[in-house]
């Protein structure tokens, strides 16, 4: 099909959006799934599920097992079985045995210098799917486990750790701590599963993920971050009471920058007084993370003040551009 053609189609499949206030375009869209190009049907797919038009489910199933046969050339990029998937998730569609097959999916395409894992984006949406499916929980749990601690791909690795958060339970909590303390070498794993643990049991948890502010590698961050957008005063505390402490340059500037996410007027204040008394370049990373949050219009007037207080060029330079979006 030329790039002509196949845009043409394109744009009469997008009119069935607008079409839908008069009649639910499902025999269009059943036959939109049908189509080779993977492109297209990934397009319809998504129509499908903007549309809420579960009568299809049938055949984006169909569709999606039709593109797991010799799915590097059927769907380059997986484009068409991460957009079915996609729609069979927000429709709660209840078998486990369609994520588990995607979950199970890999897909290596040639790139340049070797191949590629195309398929992570589909193993992580089946992966969280999987929670709502009516299996035994200690099956489900399984399965994202062994992501968890054996995918090669640190999207499927993070998504298996919301999962798994989102089963919820004792398990689910000693299973995260596990890995947090088992370490990966993506540090963005460990933070999901920080902040996996801090939703589940922040009372038992901020002392332990603060633990990591200490370490000596970038899950530091990591924890700064988890803390900082928790909105637990304790969590606010006890990256204060590291900073305090602290004298490592890069630790500190996580901590100001993790409390620009904060709904905490404990860390507002926190920030605040960093503004005013802190060194200069902490200062001014202070005014970054005061405007990133939502507390930015409550503290304009006073964080002009300390900034017109402190007479600093730079200072006034970051707040005038922080504060003038």
Not at 86 to 96: E, Q, T
Not at 117 to 132: E, H, I
Not at 152 to 176: D, F, N, P, Y
Not at 309 to 318: I, M, Q, S, T
Request: net charge negative; proline share 4%.
């Amino acid at each position: 099909m030329s790039k002509k053609a196949l845009e043409q189609k394109l744009a009469a499949l997008e009119t069935l959006r607008s079409a839908a206030a008069s009649a639910p375009p499902t025999l269009a869209l059943r036959k939109a799934l049908e189509d080779p190009n993977n492109y297209y049907v990934s397009k319809a797919a998504a129509i499908a599920a903007d549309l809420a038009l579960t009568d299809l489910i049938p055949d984006l199933v169909a569709a999606f097992d039709r593109f797991l046969i010799n799915s590097v050339k059927s769907d380059p990029q997986c484009w068409a079985k991460n957009a079915i998937a996609k729609a069979l998730k927000d429709f709660v569609y209840d078998d486990a045995s369609f994520y588990l097959r995607g979950i199970k999916h890999i897909q290596m395409e040639p790139v340049w210098g070797g191949s590629e894992d195309t398929a992570a984006t589909l193993r992580g949406v089946c992966a969280f799917a999987l929670t709502a499916c009516s299996i035994p929980r200690a099956e489900a749990m399984r399965h994202l486990v062994d992501l968890l601690a054996a995918d090669t791909e640190k999207t499927v690795r993070m998504e298996s750790a919301l999962a798994i958060a989102q089963l919820g339970g004792i398990e689910s909590v000693l299973l995260l701590r596990l890995k947090a303390l088992a370490g990966d070498r993506e540090p963005e794993v460990i933070g999901q599963c920080f902040t996996g643990l801090l939703d589940l049991a922040p009372a038992d948890y901020i002392p332990f993920v603060a633990g990591f502010l200490k370490a000596d590698s970038d899950v530091r961050f990591e924890a700064a971050a988890a803390l900082g957008e928790l909105p637990d005063p304790a969590a606010v505390a006890a990256v204060t009471a590291h900073f305090a402490k602290s004298r490592n340059q890069e630790t500190r500037r996580a901590i100001i920058l993790s409390l620009g996410a904060s709904r905490l007027e404990s860390a507002r204040d926190f920030l605040l007084t960093v503004l005013a008394d802190a060194e200069m370049e902490e200062a001014i990373n202070s005014v970054r993370a005061l405007a990133a949050s939502r507390f930015r219009d409550d503290v304009k007037d006073r964080v002009r003040d300390v900034a017109a207080h402190r007479a600093d060029p730079r200072l006034a330079a970051a707040v005038l551009k922080e504060f003038s979006r």
